[in-house]
């Protein structure tokens, strides 16, 4: 392939087309706005070089040196690439490679993550580079989730430059999300601490597999959190994700209790976590350990990746899930990637009317007042403004 100009390359891939030399993978293009960064480098990721940083949460081990950020507890030999394939070990000591190198930039309405109880109507800087620390047959972005920083296209934006770029777009807040922010971790923690300091609030948008200690230095600096709730099956988790139940539950425990906005999601992919009682039990859960005014989002599933042979989710099946839902007692159960129906909208919990109506993600009327419906004065949960 031809040697192309960066701004031909973000044209390409806005256009779908990737401007991908031979040998790279494309990021996903998912933006409503793409970033066009002509004074932005980028160089190629070669060792560990200016994209790295030394992990605090590594040890030592009589096996080689321990990863503590997420569940999988990679313990690295020299040389030797994490699950999630952007921590390595050099010298003893674990370094990140996705650091300052995203492959995916672009602004985004903040009701795409799903965030719909936190400042509507706003845009968020969403970033992401390369790697995610799960293997979920079903995932959506596997050209930037299952790939190392090595094998994206990515240009150079350390955590001062988003900030400032957050702030020239005009974007409330920054989104780490897209493949999977617990694997560019030390990205995000220090992209958040400076953000935060410049009043620009932060998202994290992820599967919630990461170890309680770096969660809870995390969550002083994120303040809303969309957690994908993958099923309630360690079984399922196991097979479909590669991962485990409990520590997302925990990580929905934690980000309650450090005060972080929280939205939930939970994918329904035909034949594995689509069983109505499982739904229920999950709910019931959710009701029991006090998530009954989180918004919890149904989204449905699209053939991609590994199970590209199952159909799409019957609306039918989401219209379900969410009649049990709000049956067991929660107030604010949304349909997603169903665009156009009835399910997008936020109903008051006391009235039952609509106080913001939306479509696809835009907002077509909002009926709040100071964070209450403007009809009986209910408060509705969320961050308003």
């Known amino acids: 392939m031809k040697n192309i100009s960066k701004r031909q390359f973000f044209k390409c891939s806005l256009a779908g087309i990737g401007g991908v030399a031979a040998g790279l993978y494309p990021a996903?293009?998912?933006?409503?706005?793409?970033i066009h960064m002509e004074n932005f480098e980028s160089p190629p990721v070669i060792?560990?070089?200016?994209?790295?940083?030394?992990?605090?949460?590594?040890?030592?081990?009589?096996?080689g040196v321990k990863c503590q950020i997420?569940?999988?507890?990679?313990?690295?030999?020299?040389?030797?690439?994490?699950?999630?394939?952007?921590?390595?070990?050099?010298?003893?000591?674990?370094?990140?490679?996705?650091?300052?190198?995203?492959?995916?930039?672009h602004v985004d309405p903040i009701e795409k993550k799903p965030l719909f109880h936190y400042l509507p109507s706003t845009t968020s800087f969403s970033i992401a580079t390369a790697g995610c620390n799960l293997a979920c047959l079903n995932c959506q972005n596997w050209e930037i989730s299952q790939v190392s920083p090595k094998e994206t296209r990515n240009v150079e934006l350390f955590p001062?430059?988003?900030?400032?770029?957050?702030?020239?777009?005009?974007?409330?807040?920054?989104?780490?999300?897209?493949?999977?922010?617990?694997?560019?971790?030390?990205?995000?923690?220090?992209?958040?601490?400076?953000?935060?300091?410049?009043?620009?609030?932060?998202?994290?948008?992820?599967?919630?597999?990461i170890n309680e200690k770096p969660l809870r230095d995390l969550a002083r600096y994120i303040d809303a959190a969309n957690i994908n709730l993958k099923s309630f099956s360690d079984e399922i988790y196991a097979k479909l994700n590669g991962g485990s139940l409990q520590p997302i539950l925990n990580t929905l425990k934690i980000l309650k209790a450090e005060g972080v906005w929280l939205e939930i999601t939970n994918l329904v992919v035909p034949g594995w976590t689509d069983d109505l009682?499982?739904?229920?039990?999950?709910?019931?859960?959710?009701?029991?350990n006090g998530f009954s005014d989180t918004p919890l989002h149904f989204s449905r599933f699209h053939p991609l990746y590994k199970l590209t042979s199952l159909p799409y989710t019957?609306?039918?099946?989401?219209i379900k899930a969410r009649e049990i839902a709000l049956k067991?007692?929660?107030?604010?159960?949304?349909?997603?990637?169903?665009?156009?129906?009835?399910?997008?909208?936020t109903y008051c919990p006391a009235c039952k009317k609509v106080v913001i109506e939306r479509k696809g993600f835009t907002i077509l009327n909002n009926n709040m007042k100071a964070g209450s419906c403007k009809f009986c004065d209910t408060k509705i949960a969320g961050v308003w403004g």
């Open 160 to 209: 001062a430059k988003v900030v400032e770029q957050a702030i020239v777009n005009g974007c409330k807040s920054i989104a780490y999300t897209y493949s999977e922010p617990i694997a560019y971790y030390e990205y995000m923690f220090d992209t958040a601490k400076l953000a935060n300091s410049r009043g620009i609030k932060n998202l994290m948008i992820s599967n919630g597999f």
């Open 328 to 345: 067991t007692g929660i107030l604010y159960v949304y349909i997603g990637n169903v665009p156009g129906t009835q399910a997008e909208n």
């Open 277 to 288: 009682a499982m739904i229920k039990e999950m709910c019931d859960w959710l009701v029991a």
């Open 28 to 34: 996903k293009i998912l933006a409503t706005k793409l």
């Open 314 to 318: 019957p609306l039918a099946t989401l």
């Open 70 to 105: 997420c569940p999988n507890n990679c313990i690295l030999k020299e040389g030797l690439e994490s699950i999630c394939r952007t921590h390595v070990v050099r010298d003893d000591k674990l370094y990140t490679n996705a650091y300052g190198n995203p492959c995916s930039v």
């Open 47 to 63: 060792g560990l070089g200016k994209f790295s940083k030394e992990s605090p949460y590594a040890v030592m081990t009589p096996k």
